[in-house]
């Protein structure tokens, strides 16, 4: 099954569409998608009412998709953590993950409008696998204990502006934080249902041209180090989101660095997840 949230934003209806294709209303179990809902074993009690046949069908037709997490907590980023994206960017092979906070608000649909900014001659893609906490995590013990913290997995494109990021201050924060910079689903896969996050390939075109073609088996620290080593620093609420990094064939790594301009398409897949599109539009 897959959790997704239909409708205008701050107003969508909280769904499930399953194997058959069919899609249900989750309004009897929960308002939205969030970090209550999945701490309170959200996803058990879909499964639960899917079974007992309680949930109302909707129909998708027409419907805005909306991101698959309401209001998370924060966006937690991982930076250079596949091989040959640190190579093609110059930097070197981290020893220990490069994190970075992205605002939560940049959070958007998988097919809203992405703005680039005012100024911005440098927005960039980045395809990554996206991880939801469903419980919270504070120094765990072992990588090991992370698979009993994460709700499920969806489609990230962290959306950086290269100038902003790297040449207008120390930190990354001003090139990873405008609006409209993280596009988010189209659904959220329980974890459960992702029998390897680390054998997801992933892929990113850009007006069709595929700019990224990768695989998750690839990344420098994999999903449960993330989510060990994070919560060794930082508290992981439910809800919280994780963008585990991006491999190689952002256009800061390109030749002639072919950067977004308005009416440019960029498209988004991983195995299992589905897909995203965004138009780009100048703010």
């Not at 009897?28 to 499964?47: H, K, M, N, P, Y």
């Not at 992405?114 to 906490?133: C, F, H, N, Q």
């Not at 595929?210 to 919560?231: C, E, I, P």
């Amino acid at each position: 099954m897959k959790l997704i949230q239909l409708g205008d934003p701050a107003a969508e209806t909280p769904a499930v569409l399953t194997d058959d294709g069919r899609t249900y209303a989750l309004s009897g179990l929960t308002e939205q998608i969030d970090g209550s809902f999945l701490a309170g074993d959200g996803v058990e009690r879909v499964r639960q009412a899917l079974t007992a046949g309680t949930l109302p069908e909707l129909d998708p037709a027409g419907l805005r998709v909306g991101a698959p997490v309401a209001r998370p907590g924060k966006v937690v980023c991982i930076g250079l953590n596949y091989r040959d994206h640190a190579e093609e960017t110059g930097a070197a092979i981290p020893e220990r993950p490069v994190v970075f906070l992205k605002d939560p608000a940049t959070v958007v649909g998988p097919y809203d409008q992405v703005l680039i900014p005012r100024g911005s001659v440098k927005t960039d893609w980045e395809v990554e696998l996206a991880v939801v906490i469903g419980r919270q995590a504070r120094y765990l013990s072992s990588p090991q204990d992370a698979a009993g913290v994460i709700a499920g997995y969806a489609i990230s494109n962290d959306v950086s502006e290269r100038e902003f990021q790297l040449e207008y201050s120390g930190q990354w924060d001003l090139g990873k934080s405008c609006e409209s910079f993280n596009p988010l689903g189209p659904w959220l896969v329980p974890a459960d249902e992702i029998a390897d996050p680390q054998a997801l390939a992933l892929g990113l075109a850009v007006n069709g041209e595929v700019r990224q073609a990768g695989n998750t088996k690839h990344m420098v620290f994999a999903v449960d180090h993330l989510v060990w080593y994070l919560s060794q620093y930082m508290v992981l609420n439910p809800g919280d989101v994780i963008n585990t990094g991006t491999p190689a064939g952002v256009a800061l790594g390109l030749p002639g660095t072919p950067y977004l301009r308005a009416g440019d398409t960029v498209e988004l897949s991983i195995d299992g997840l589905g897909t995203q599109r965004q138009t780009f539009a100048n703010a």
